[in-house]
């Protein structure tokens, strides 16, 4: 069976990849898997930090017996409770009977609702230290980053941070654990897929995690999904990227996302982007709602500052698949997008009226005039979606 990997003289990489399951939280498509992070520390006394997803806890118990060496399991550090994370915990109390189990107010909450445990629990507070020999462990509350009990630890020793959700990302650690040992370009975007999918609606508290941690000196993030960050270039970059997305900043771009069932309103998205690109606006991304998965248009509506929607109208509504994306953007409290929209009909329009609501509800800027057209593309509605992806790019330009 597999083994722990040791990624200092007496820290221990001991989580697991996940290549098996096809949808995060049953939600989010996992084309290139998703690793469950769980480290080990080995000082006079030992401290687990966070357990995996129940259904590797055969290989996950194996590497921690091999890493203990017949040592005994003093401490489990909970930074999260999300059962990816805490799925094990109720097996690893099973069989290390005498394992403290550290966490703050709301995890033991937790800890009670979901496994039913009330001994052995070390409730701390934000700021509170834990000694283990040479290592010394600083608890810091971060809620919400990504549920309320969320907290990340930092190693005095190695300045290590481990920061839980934060700054993880999806797909599996394919050999390499540590971003020296492979190549970290392969992760980017799907951090931000992993941000914006999960994490996305809580970019105030993300930007208080962030000023906290402005006083260490951080020297490793060991998150719970993704690489080690370990080169002083990846871990600006990663903090960087946090910072980025928790304020909802968007590089110079457009998402054109459009509902279509004939083809009809789909030349209209098709006559913007052509109109943006004219204009010098080189990141345009056409997405067809009905095809893409909504993880990805997500994801790169948080990279972009402009954003465009198209719908037919269907049944009196909006096209269900593009009414849905709403709800996600919605959902995430999205903010500061510039915002352009256009609609089709056949007999009677509904999209376009939606439209208006979603742009007055989200206090997006809207750009240009939203566009209406009635059946099939002719001049008058080609020249307004000529001039909506003018207006876009003009809106971009203004910022540079
Ligand atoms: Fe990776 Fe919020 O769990």
Redesign the pocket.
């Known amino acids: 069976m597999l083994k722990p990997i040791p990624l200092k003289e007496d820290l221990y990489y001991i989580g697991v990849n996940d290549r098996t399951k096809h949808l995060f939280e049953n939600l989010w498509p996992l084309p290139k898997g998703v690793s469950?992070n769980s480290y080990l520390i080995k000082d006079e006394k030992t401290a687990l930090f966070d357990t995996v997803d129940i259904c590797y806890s055969d290989i996950f118990f194996h590497k921690l017996e091999i890493a203990l060496e017949g040592k005994s399991l003093d401490y489990v550090i909970i930074n999260?409770m999300?059962p990816?994370?805490s799925g094990s915990l109720g097996l690893l109390r099973n069989r290390f009977p005498n394992v403290q189990i550290v966490g703050n107010k709301r995890t033991a909450d937790m800890v009670q609702g979901f496994f039913g445990i009330t001994d052995g629990v070390k409730v701390i507070d934000d700021g509170e230290e834990l000694s283990l020999g040479k290592h010394n462990l600083v608890f810091h509350l971060t809620p919400m980053v990504?549920?309320p009990e969320?907290m990340m630890t930092y190693d005095t020793y190695y300045k290590i941070i481990f920061s839980?959700?934060a700054f993880?990302t999806f797909g599996t650690l394919d050999g390499g654990i540590t971003d020296a040992q492979l190549h970290p370009e392969r992760y980017y975007d799907e951090m931000i897929r992993y941000y914006s999918n999960?994490?996305g609606k809580f970019g105030s508290p993300v930007q208080k995690a962030l000023e906290k941690l402005k006083s260490l000196d951080i020297k490793y993030i060991c998150s719970?999904?993704g690489p080690v960050w370990t080169l002083d270039e990846q871990i600006q970059k990663v903090i960087g990227i946090y910072d980025k997305l928790s304020r909802y900043e968007g590089d110079e771009g457009v998402v054109i996302a459009y509902g279509s069932m004939y083809g009809n309103t789909e030349q209209m998205a098709e006559t913007v982007a052509y109109e943006l690109a004219q204009q010098g606006i080189r990141e345009v991304i056409l997405h067809n709602v009905s095809k893409r998965s909504h993880s990805y248009i997500i994801r790169d509506i948080f990279k972009y500052k402009g954003l465009i929607v198209g719908s037919p109208t269907y049944n009196n509504k909006l096209f269900p698949e593009v009414e849905y994306l709403l709800s996600k953007i919605e959902g995430r409290d999205m903010k500061h997008r510039y915002f352009g929209y256009f609609g089709s009909f056949t007999w009677a329009g509904a999209a376009v009226k939606r439209l208006a609501q979603f742009a007055l509800d989200t206090k997006f800027e809207v750009i240009g005039d939203p566009v209406e057209m009635r059946q099939a593309m002719r001049t008058d509605s080609y020249d307004a979606c000529i001039s909506l992806g003018k207006a876009m790019a003009d809106r971009l330009k203004l910022d540079k």
């Open positions: 469950y999260h999300e990816d994370h990504h549920w969320t839980g959700d993880g999960v994490v719970t999904h």
